[in-house]
């Protein structure tokens, strides 16, 4: 099972998500508590900095949107197009929770946008706007007549002091002319100013002031001296209102003071004073007009802020809604995507492949149970995977061991025959056809009955019968068959096949050519008896021979009769004896045949030899030889070649009674590795019955002889490790040939 | 094709282009004494939402911002000097007074009262002979032109794009001749 990863991405970090949704929560909540703190702002603070902040804030937001919906978009798009897996899926998931996410936002946006504009509109209305701007009207009018009312007593004042003169002798009747203006209450207090220089730079000097002693402190000199000084300089702007430190304010007029010739000559400031309950009553009823009045005019773009901050806070629901629904959707998807990809890599035969659990929730459980059965898969892949090698090896080891039974009972001299459980051949080898003479290929599959059903194979079939029956296992028989006139001994055993339960599986014969085996014992075995004989003969042939030697020297002298008898007698005995000794010989040299004393020898030179002892011996034979060019040098004793050539010619020469013609030749036979000496006879030839029993001691067609002489020349090949075999010859005749390893 | 047209507008739009009406603001200058003298007029930034603006009694305001330039082929002219020019206006309903304020690169010019509306009007639309630039820095025969863009506050739209500087302007060109 795969560890998670420690380390994981941004995106699924859940203590970041938790941290970037608690932002946006505080950025909304923020964003709510400033809107409920913007009334107690000034809408042109409103309108222009913060009206640019939220535009800002909700572009940037926006373009924040379209960069989230257009990159999953066209992620979507392209995975599609590639036809990703779960690409449908997820594009139909995120398209829902988008769907269900925008679509509500947006309709939220919409009513709620009417809403505001709907709401704002109606806080300007018809009744309102008469209501403040009669009260503006009121209070505004009020001053402007107030006002109006001090310029008029400042101009009554200065018509009054115009034919004064301005000087500070004269200020008793300067007072003197204002003092009712101010006892009267007209005007709160007078100051007269006297004009020092006009221009270019207007200078006066106070000369007389006189105020009510109603009026409250608080009111500086400065401003009626700098209004003095604008009045003069013909600066507009001829009254002004001067808040008092006590409250209230003080209306201030001038009015230029005309001596002779119309020249200013100075200036009067005349100063009423309004209470600070009615300036202020007047100052909120304007303010108030002024508040309702600057709304009217920002009216678009306070909508704008709040539109703004409507939109800012939809948009940072959907932002955060739409990531949230993109994240889900992705959170959703992918670990199914990861199990769909799994499951190809599996199906293709990555066993190893495993999927990492991201969540510890149901998916995560699919995931777990999908990687236990891959690791299941994997395991059971390995066993299988193992048994198959296992077997493979164990056929292999099998066909082996098939390949080496079939080589071995194709190359053995052992006759392989089987049977099966319904008494049909199924197994012939090569040993077994050549030695039995049946066709391997078409004895397959036969019934053993009908196999064996030559008259020589009956026997064979006995046995096969034998053994199927039980009885246990037989011992070994040896069987004698007639093979193209020959005489095959067997040593055949049968023993029959039994499976796990003791279910009969069919029949093995086995059997061995031991005619070899047979022929050595029977050579062996008169070995031993010429052995025997020479030993038991031979002695007393001496005395015999001794005592009639002896009989002759006595009887030497006797009568001619008796002289004449005993010398035929003795001569008889001595020549018998003789012969007796010479069969004798013949016998010991058979029965102790020396080891060959091998030389290399060059055979076609050996024969001419060999030959050359025949040279006017029989002169109606005609002996022709025929030599190898390229015979190599054979290992043999030449002495015994010698005695094996001269004894197959002189039977050649008696088979033909001594006429007609003996070929001689040799071959090499670089294959087999053999020279072959082939003497062969145009005579009557040997009939097939009686050509294994040429070999035997003691065994001759002739009228004279041992017949140990083929039996001699048989031990001797033997003994070079070679072979004799007689044939016919063509057109007729005998052929023997000899084969000598080289 | 069809894409570079899309971009193309992208980046129109994000570089918030502004559309400039010709001729809102007249735009003389003449060089006179080592200084280039520049009078401008506005001609339509008295709206009807700047006189209900100035009516409510809100602190409004037209800032001029007066460049001399020089024109590059081939690329952004040259920005030789620049000065703002901020005329504001408050008027009290109750006193039916404006409070008007004339400022120059943030240094208050004039300050003044007045009743009379046209009088303000002039007051903050016309400007005559303003010695704004020195001529030391130009060459001799070179063609420059003096731009003037004004910017009305409060503004009273919808929605403000981030990019907005100026919603009039004007210019003249001069060939300097010492």
């Known amino acids: ?742 | 094709m069809r894409r570079r047209a899309l971009a193309l507008v992208v980046v129109a739009a994000c570089l918030g282009v502004v559309l400039v009406a010709a001729d809102e603001i007249q735009v003389t200058t003449l060089v006179r004494e080592g200084r280039v003298l520049v009078s401008f007029r506005l001609t339509n930034g008295f709206s009807e939402e700047t006189l209900a603006a100035i009516h409510s009694g809100l602190p409004t305001s037209i800032t001029y911002d007066v460049a001399l330039r020089k024109g590059v082929p081939i690329w952004f002219d040259r920005t030789l000097a620049s000065v703002t020019v901020t005329v504001s206006a408050q008027y009290d309903n109750l006193t039916r007074r404006h409070q008007l304020s004339r400022a120059i690169d943030g240094r208050v010019e004039e300050v003044r009262s007045e009743e009379n509306e046209e009088a303000v009007r002039a007051w903050m639309t016309t400007f005559v002979r303003l010695p704004l630039f020195a001529t030391a820095s130009l060459e001799p025969n070179g063609e420059y032109y003096v731009r003037v863009e004004a910017r009305t506050r409060p503004r009273t739209a919808w929605f403000f794009w981030p990019w907005d500087h100026g919603s009039t302007a004007g210019f003249a060109r001069f060939t300097y001749i010492p």
């Open chain 1, 1 to 742: 099972m795969p560890e998670r990863r420690s380390h994981r991405p941004l995106r699924d970090n859940p203590v970041l998500i938790l941290a970037g949704i608690l932002l946006l929560l505080a950025a909304l909540a923020a964003t709510l508590t400033f809107a409920n703190l913007s009334a107690r702002l000034s809408p042109d603070f409103l309108t222009e900095f913060v009206l640019y902040a939220l535009s800002i804030a909700d572009l940037t937001m926006l373009v924040a949107l379209f960069f989230v919906l257009a990159r999953n978009i066209v992620k979507l798009v392209v995975e599609r197009r590639h036809a990703l897996p779960f690409a449908r899926f997820r594009a139909k998931l995120v398209t829902l929770l988008l769907g269900m996410t925008v679509i509500p936002a947006v309709l939220v946006l919409l009513v709620g946008s009417d809403v505001i504009r709907t709401s704002v509109e109606r806080w300007f209305n018809a009744p309102m706007d008469e209501i403040l701007s009669s009260a503006n009207t009121i209070a505004s009018d009020y001053y402007q007549e107030r006002q109006q009312r001090v310029t008029d007593r400042a101009q009554r004042i200065a018509r009054a002091l115009a034919p004064l003169e301005l000087t500070e002798g004269n200020v008793g009747a300067i007072q003197e002319a204002i003092r009712p203006e101010v006892s009267q209450h007209q005007v709160m207090m007078v100051e007269i100013y006297r004009v020092v220089s006009a221009a270019p730079r207007a200078e006066v000097q106070p000369l007389v002031d006189l105020a009510s002693a109603s009026l409250p402190a608080g009111y500086t000199r400065a401003s009626a001296d700098r209004l003095a000084e604008r009045a003069v300089s013909g600066t507009a702007e001829p009254r002004v209102l001067e808040p008092l430190g006590s409250g209230g304010e003080l209306i201030r007029a001038t009015a230029p003071i005309r001596g002779a010739g119309g020249r200013v000559v100075g200036v009067v400031v005349a100063s009423d004073y309004l209470t600070g309950e009615l300036a202020a009553r007047a100052r909120r009823m304007t303010d108030a007009y002024e508040a309702y009045t600057q709304l009217r005019v920002l009216k678009r773009p306070l909508t704008g802020v709040y539109l703004s901050f409507f939109l800012m806070v939809t948009l940072m629901i959907l932002v955060g809604a739409t990531w949230m629904g993109l994240y889900l959707a992705k959170r959703i998807t992918r670990p199914i995507q990861a199990l769909s990809a799994a499951a190809r890599e599996i199906g293709a035969g990555h066993l190893d492949h495993r999927v990492e659990p991201e969540t510890a929730d149901e998916l995560g459980s699919l995931v777990d149970a999908f990687n236990t059965m891959a690791a299941e898969l994997s395991a059971s892949r390995r066993k299988l995977e193992r048994s198959t090698i296992d077997l493979q090896r164990k056929h292999h080891e099998a066909e082996g061991r098939r390949r080496y039974i079939e080589t071995i009972l194709e190359r053995i001299a052992t006759g392989v025959v089987s049977v099966d459980a319904s008494g049909r051949v199924t197994t012939v080898n090569a040993a077994a056809a050549r030695l039995l003479g049946l066709d391997e290929e078409a004895v397959a599959g036969q019934p053993a009955s009908v196999a064996f059903s030559r008259a020589d194979l009956q026997p064979l079939g006995a046995l096969f019968q034998g053994a199927t029956n039980g009885g246990g296992e037989p011992p070994a028989q040896e069987i004698a068959l007639v093979r193209e006139g020959r005489e095959v001994h067997l040593a055949a055993v049968a023993t029959a096949l039994h499976g796990e339960g003791g279910t009969p599986e069919g029949t093995v014969l086995v059997f061995d050519d031991i005619t070899p085996l047979i022929r050595a014992q029977k050579v062996a075995a008169w070995r031993e008896v010429a052995r025997r004989l020479a030993h038991e003969i031979k002695n007393p042939l001496t005395p015999i021979q001794l005592s009639a030697e002896r009989l002759r020297r006595h009887f030497a002298t006797a009568p001619a009769a008796t002289h004449n008898l005993v010398e035929e007698c003795a001569t008889t005995i001595v020549g018998e004896v003789e012969s007796l000794k010479a069969l004798v010989d013949e016998f010991s040299q058979f029965a102790r045949m020396p080891a060959p004393r091998r030389v290399a020898t060059d055979l076609s030179a050996l024969l001419k030899e060999s030959l050359a002892l025949y040279n006017g011996l029989f002169p109606d034979v005609r002996i022709e030889c025929t030599f190898a060019p390229d015979l190599p040098a054979v290992h043999v004793d030449p002495e015994q070649i010698r005695r094996v050539v001269i004894n197959l010619v002189d039977n050649a020469i008696e088979a033909m009674e001594r006429k007609g013609l003996v070929l001689i030749g040799t071959q090499h036979d670089p294959t087999n590795g053999v020279a072959r000496i082939a003497v062969a006879d145009n005579g009557p030839g040997i009939l097939p019955a009686e050509r294994e029993k040429l070999f035997l001691p003691y065994y001759s067609t002739k009228r004279r002889g041992s017949g140990l002489g083929l039996a001699i020349v048989r031990r001797i090949i033997a003994e070079h490790g070679g072979s004799i075999e007689v044939g016919d010859n063509v057109p007729r005749g005998t052929r023997m040939t000899i084969e000598l390893p080289c």
